[in-house]
């Protein structure tokens, strides 16, 4: 009788993850709009982009270059990378800094923000609370 009760708890428990997992869907981004103008590649939809993950652009930028080790610049709402990439390069580096400076390590929820501790850069979840030191590069 006991067994059988500590099954109906486990069963009902089980059946509550689903609900549990929806609200806890991974944040997406739109569909960014890259393609190759020559030798250089364009990020049309780069600003666009950025305001969604509520990050500034220039500091996307800099990760985009660092990361894909080449030279740019922002001409307008897009960015302009010299060489050629493919959209999967771009959004391969667009990942990354989501999940270096976007999203919280906790809850995996975008509504985060930088804050300054002592002397270093940290990311903080509005959400959860949770905390975590980051490197902000200059
Ligand atoms: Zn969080």
Redesign the pocket.
């Known amino acids: 009788m006991e067994e059988y009760e500590y099954e109906e708890l486990l069963d009902r428990a089980l059946r509550q993850v689903p609900s549990a997992k929806a609200t806890d869907s991974r944040f997406t981004i739109p569909e960014l709009k890259v393609f190759i103008e020559g030798k250089a590649t364009i990020f049309d939809n780069f600003e666009a982009i950025c305001s969604y993950m509520n990050r500034e652009p220039e500091h996307v930028m800099k990760f985009l270059l660092n990361e894909l080790g080449t030279a740019g610049k922002m001409e307008g709402y897009r960015a302009i990378f010299q060489g050629q990439f493919s959209k999967d390069d771009v959004e391969h580096q667009i990942q990354r800094y989501m999940d270096e400076y976007v999203l919280?390590w906790?809850?995996k929820?975008p509504d985060?923000h930088f804050v300054k501790m002592e002397r270093v850069w940290a990311l903080k979840?509005d959400?959860?609370?949770?905390i975590r030191p980051i490197i902000k590069r200059k």
Do not use: P, S
């Open positions: 919280c906790e809850c929820k985060t979840c959400a959860c609370g949770a």
